[in-house]
Every structure is written in C-alpha cells, then in structure tokens.
C-alpha cells in the first residue's frame, strides 16, 4: 500500500498519474478510481465484502458497499446461481414433503354390532 503524506509527494504521484493516462487517452485518473477498481475487481475474483473492507482500511462494511461497482455479467452469474438453487432446492422433497404426500390411513375400528333394537342378529331398524 502507498501512504502519500506530504502535499509535494501527492503532486508529483498525481504529476505521474496524469502522465501516464494521458497517452493512454482514458481521460483523468484520479487515486481514488483505483481503489474503487481494486474494489470491484476484487469482489469479482470471489474475495468477500468483509475481506475486501479489511485490505482497503475500511472498519465499515457500508463504506466498502460504496466502492463495490458489479458488473453486469457478474450480476446475471449470481441470479443463474441463485435460480439453479431454488431450483435444486424445490425438485428435492423434503422430509415433511415426504411424510405429507404418503396417504393417510384411518384408524381402523371393528363394525359397530349394535343396532336401533339391540339384537345383533337382526337385518336392520
């Protein structure tokens, strides 16, 4: 990490900065976009908010929020993710899934041999 402290060394890094950009033809170049590109491309290789805060000094996650541009494409790759997990999740049957689907049986209970009269032999009332 660069610590610039006194205001000549910042000119003659910002001197240099400005250089360097200008025969590239990619406009200003500020310190500042650097560490936002740090940011973003960091999360990109798969490294955690919370480390990416660590490595920029951030002692608050929203702060390093802030740095963090995604791009497109990673963000279409987190909703395919997201999707073939909802997806494996809702194809599988869970163990209540499984226990409801199975039929229920009532409990069995031996014939009523009463009748209206009380003679178990007679056809009905």
Same mark, same amino acid.
């Given at each position: ?26 406009? +200003? &170049? !500020? ?13 990109? *290789?798969?490294? =955690?908010?919370? $480390? ?21 494409? +990673? &963000? !279409? ?13 809702? *194809?599988?049957? =869970?163990?209540? $899934? ?21 003679? +178990? ?5």
């Amino acid at each position: 990490m660069i610590v610039v402290s006194s205001g000549a060394a910042q000119s003659a890094v910002l001197g240099t900065c400005a250089f360097t950009t200008e025969g590239l033809g990619i406009g +200003t &170049l !500020r310190l500042h976009d650097l560490r936002h590109s740090f940011a973003t491309t960091a999360i990109s *290789a798969g490294e =955690s908010p919370r $480390t990416v805060a660590r490595l920029l000094g951030h002692s608050e996650l929203a702060t390093t929020e802030a740095y963090i541009h995604l791009a497109d494409e +990673t &963000l !279409r790759d987190a909703a395919i993710s997201v999707g073939a997990h909802l997806n494996k999740t809702l *194809a599988a049957p =869970s163990d209540i $899934t499984k226990r409801n689907r199975q039929p229920a049986t009532p409990p069995t209970r031996p014939p009523s041999r009463r009748t209206c009269c009380g003679n +178990t032999d007679a056809p009905g009332c």
